[in-house]
């Protein structure tokens, strides 16, 4: 695999931190311009059963905006496998799209309403051979592969590991990777996401019934909404700690955890470790000149 894991580093944030709490990053978005952060950690293990499988063509789900769609796409390119995107409505000039379409990606757009329905439209071509990964990676593969972020860097010291939550994969491998006595947390970056504790506990392991926390109030609105008080915490958190965050997960994970630290949600001696799951690429969608990066 093309990816450099090697570049990952921790960054200390200690404009987020205070006399007795330590916050650092794991910087996930440094592997790879595209295909940054955790998408590529959720895919490893899919590509691997696929190449095992002898299957050639790799199809997925996602919106017009998807990291997920977009990662899968360059995945696939630098592997060798062909790629297909079943775009949830109808062709829009998202960066995200054009990439994916660069990258190969054969895309079909369908509409929302059978799009409800997609597991018909997986069926219709079962017989193609394809290998089929769910929308945003969901699935025990995915978590798995989202369980080796912890082992790019030694993470044992660390009381509290933080990450933006979607579909909740990412948290669960989280979960999974990481050691008895810390605490795992996700922000949801969806509003309503009232199902998403089940969707992570469904991808544990029987065994691993550890304790994790969900947070729901830092959404901005729901998925990928910006708010201009969004874009200016990200362009002053760029300013303190030369940090750069997408609008779409990263920026409402810090805004969170500092909002908390505020609120001295954590206890003293807290040492905190926030992934940064990369998506960078979807802030191209922001008019230019709004970040100062
Ligand atoms: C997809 C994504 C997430 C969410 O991951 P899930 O496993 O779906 O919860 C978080 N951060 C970034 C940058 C992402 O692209």
Known sequence: MLFDTNKIIIQELNSLGTENIKVSTLRTDLIHPIISGNKW???????????????????????????????????????????VGFIRGEWNDSPSLLEAKALGMQLHFISRDAYKYKEVVMEELANKDWFWINEGGYGINGALGAATILRTKDCSAFTHIICACGTGTMLAGLIIGSNENQLV??????????GLNDLVTALLPPKKNKIFTTLHDYHFGGYAKHPAELIDYMNQLFK??????????????FYAVENLIQQQYFSDNANILLIHSGGLQGNRSLAPGRLIY
């Open 41 to 83: 950690f959720k895919l490893r293990f899919y590509l691997e059963e696929a190449k095992r499988l002898k299957c050639n063509t790799i199809a997925s789900f996602g919106g017009a905006y998807s990291n997920h769609i977009v990662a899968l796409a360059a995945a696939c390119k630098l592997n060798g496998f062909n790629s």
């Open 185 to 194: 947390i996700g922000v949801s970056v969806l509003k309503n996401n009232t």
């Open 240 to 253: 303190r700690e030369k940090l750069p965050t997408d609008i779409v997960y990263t920026s409402k994970l």
